[in-house]
């Protein structure tokens, strides 16, 4: 394996496999390739005769995966997860016979001070996982009402402080516009106490560039029109599996699995990491893993 070894450890990697199933000669999708650990362990799984189609909308992760896909049978593109129907029509493949889509971002990417994405490190106030496209956070946050900042940091943060930071927020860009990490980080963290007493309490800041990465990448947007597409691209008797990191991407996708006609469930509750991983992977701790198989008969517009 060349290249620099990726940071990011792949949650839930043998329950991954155990409910998608990946048999020889079959063709998966990895929605979200990232460090490609995942992408690994299915493409192997597939074997020489299989396919495995990797897609990310980071072309600084499709780079840092490449090396750990060598001598598999791998494509990888660079795309939105809610380009997947044109992605596979580009191939000429009309359905799959699995799908994973591991939600939110990657460890490495944190570590890339120039997307902004980190409050540990100083950067350009940008959180775009794709920056060919898009509006960066410090555009957003200039424009962006102090309401609708509020409700914002709120819904996709689940901060309860959301009213006093988006307030500060409006007050500071009067005079001077928000334009990196750590001046947001400051600015947060002078609004929300830090918890007393918790030895390893989270930082104050992280709720709210939870919320704006949410926001400016429309990541609840391209889950629900990704999600859309399955019952057309996983085949009868293929699976679907997702991984989310907040109450809200879950919540979609228990939703779009509860259509009966479409999906059966294979996760009636999701499946959460057991604490040897937590341990040695803390990224784990809030991943809900959820997973279904398409049903044999095609009647989904019944629904
Ligand atoms: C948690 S990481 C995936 C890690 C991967 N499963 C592994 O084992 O290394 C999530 C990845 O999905 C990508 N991503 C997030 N939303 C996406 C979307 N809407 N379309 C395509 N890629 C997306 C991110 O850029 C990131 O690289």
């Keep these: ?40 362990l299915l493409a192997e799984q597939l074997g020489p005769t299989g396919k495995l189609i990797g897609l990310d909308q980071d072309a600084a992760m499709l780079a840092l995966a490449k090396p750990r896909l060598e001598g598999l049978n791998v494509s990888l593109f660079h795309a939105n997860f809610d380009r997947l ?20 971002v990657c460890s490495d990417q944190l570590d890339l001070a120039d997307r902004g994405l980190s409050f540990q490190q100083d950067g350009p106030l940008d959180m775009r996982l794709d920056t060919s496209e898009g509006e960066p956070v410090s555009d957003l946050l200039q424009r962006i009402g102090e309401r609708e900042l509020a409700d914002l940091i709120y819904q996709y943060g689940e901060e309860r402080f959301s009213r006093r930071i988006a307030r500060r927020i409006v007050e500071v860009r009067r005079t001077t516009p928000l ?15 830090w918890p007393k007493g918790r030895r390893h309490a989270i930082d104050p800041a992280t709720r709210t560039f939870q919320a704006l990465r949410i926001a400016v990448n429309d990541e609840l947007g391209a ?81």
């Design 1 to 40: 394996m060349n290249g620099p070894e990726p940071r990011h450890v792949s949650v839930l990697p043998a329950e991954v496999l155990t409910l998608l199933a990946p048999a020889p000669g079959q063709v998966f999708v990895d929605a979200t390739v990232g460090a490609g650990g995942h992408a690994r």
């Design 85 to 104: 129907g044109d992605v596979l029509d580009e191939m000429g493949i009309a359905t799959v016979d699995g799908v994973l889509a591991d939600l939110g």
């Design 179 to 193: 334009e990196t990490t750590q001046q947001l980080a400051d600015v947060v963290r002078r609004c929300v106490p």
């Design 223 to 303: 889950l629900e029109r990704l999600l859309k597409q399955l019952p057309q691209r996983v085949k009868p008797g293929g699976r679907a599996a997702l991984i989310s990191f907040h109450s809200l991407e879950d919540r979609l996708v228990k939703h779009a699995f509860a259509v009966r006609t479409v999906w059966e469930v294979l996760t009636r509750k999701p499946i959460q990491a057991e604490e040897p991983e937590v341990e040695r992977n803390s990224r784990a701790r809030s991943a809900k893993l959820r997973a279904a198989r398409r049903r044999m008969d095609d009647s989904e517009n019944d629904e």
